[in-house]
């Protein structure tokens, strides 16, 4: 009898080892060095790890099923250079119609007004209105017939060209690395990351195409939108068209949408299905991003807003960064101060001419 209840407590204890084996606690992945770009006093590094902590421990009433655990990014001065001196897709624009040989003799009037309007911003370094949706028009009619993938080999070309305000950096390489420690971060700890830009979708995933040191695929990358056609379709409508072998997917010179403010929340709504938990901007253009992630979530949530308030290392805006500042004790956003919470912006031997 007693070999008999020796023999079943043996056989429990390996049950129990083998169990335990095949169905681990998951542990935050935190290592020492995960967030190492980013000063110790930094309220979203101190913020997000005791966040992280919480949300991965399955024994804590704040714990997130992977399935849930959606961030989402704005990206032109949320992960990379907003504006040296213009946004990546203006100056994008402004290449192609002003001094891209192999087009700008065909550009129309419209797309050289758009493209002077840019270039005039970009002097005085201040807004001109109405050219959100201008430009996107000229995005459309400039790069109408080309596929998504000569778009985005175009793109590469472009990335290779020295940003002109800094030293050491083309324009592709304008990435914030601490930003990109963030996409790391949460990606370790098994967050779904998308990216949500008002920059038109397909120069976003350009933006994006070749970077080594993250992965964000181009199914994770929303962004305004042109029309794309079927080579042979012309002005048919697509209810009243089937794709052909002999066909290929062009852009058709038609703006569609400016993913900016409501129309991001509406875009993630569409497009992801699923309340993210995490936002990250740095305008207010990214302000109903941010309050759809915090309102009303089931799950702990967070939205962090990056304040332009470096003007030695970047091309900050200390009156832009104050109003931003501002904004975040209204609304209970966690700002981001690139000048104090950074060790570094674009790492070394990158130098703000």
């Known amino acids: ?103 700008k003799n065909s550009a129309s009037a419209f797309e050289k007004e758009v493209a002077d309007k840019i270039i005039e911003q970009s002097k005085i370094t201040s807004p001109v209105g109405g050219l959100d949706i201008d430009h996107g028009k000229a995005v459309a009619t400039a790069f109408k017939g080309m596929t998504p993938d000569q778009f985005i080999a175009y793109i590469q070309e472009f990335k290779k060209l020295p940003m002109p305000g800094y030293e050491g950096m083309t324009r592709g390489e304008g990435f914030y690395l601490p930003m990109i420690q963030i996409i790391n971060y949460l990606q370790a700890n098994n967050f779904t990351v998308y990216i949500v830009s008002g920059t038109d979708r397909f120069i976003s995933r350009g933006i994006f195409y070749g970077n080594k040191d993250f992965d964000i695929p181009p199914s994770q ?55 993210p938990v995490l936002s990250f901007g740095n305008s207010t253009g990214d302000a109903a991003m941010a309050m759809y992630t915090i309102t009303g979530n089931q799950y702990l949530s967070l939205a962090a807003m990056l304040c332009c308030d470096d003007v030695v290392r970047e091309n900050g805006n200390e009156k832009k960064a104050e109003e931003m500042y501002k904004l975040c004790n209204k609304y209970g956003w966690i700002p981001v101060s690139m000048k104090n919470d950074w060790k570094t912006i674009y790492g070394e031997g990158v130098k703000k001419q």
Request: hydrophobic share 40%; net charge negative.
């Open 1 to 103: 009898m007693k070999r008999r209840i020796v023999f079943i407590l043996l056989i429990l204890s390996v049950l129990i080892s083998v169990s335990c084996k095949t169905a681990p606690q998951e542990m935050s992945n935190q290592p020492s060095d995960a967030l190492s770009l980013w000063t110790d006093e930094a309220p979203l590094k101190k913020m997000l790890t005791e966040y992280m902590g919480k949300i991965t421990d399955k024994n804590s009433k704040d714990f997130i099923p992977v399935e849930n655990r959606i961030a989402v990014f704005d990206m032109d001065g949320t992960l990379l250079c907003e504006t040296d001196r213009d946004y990546f897709d203006h100056t994008l624009l402004a290449y192609r119609v002003t001094e891209d040989s192999s087009y």
């Open 221 to 275: 990358i929303i962004g305004s939108d042109v029309l794309t056609v079927a080579t042979h379709q012309g002005n048919t409508d697509g209810l009243k068209y089937t794709y052909t072998d002999q066909d290929q997917v062009i852009f058709g010179g038609q703006f569609l949408i400016k993913n900016l403010k409501m129309n991001k929340v509406s875009a993630i709504v569409r497009e992801i299905g699923v309340q």
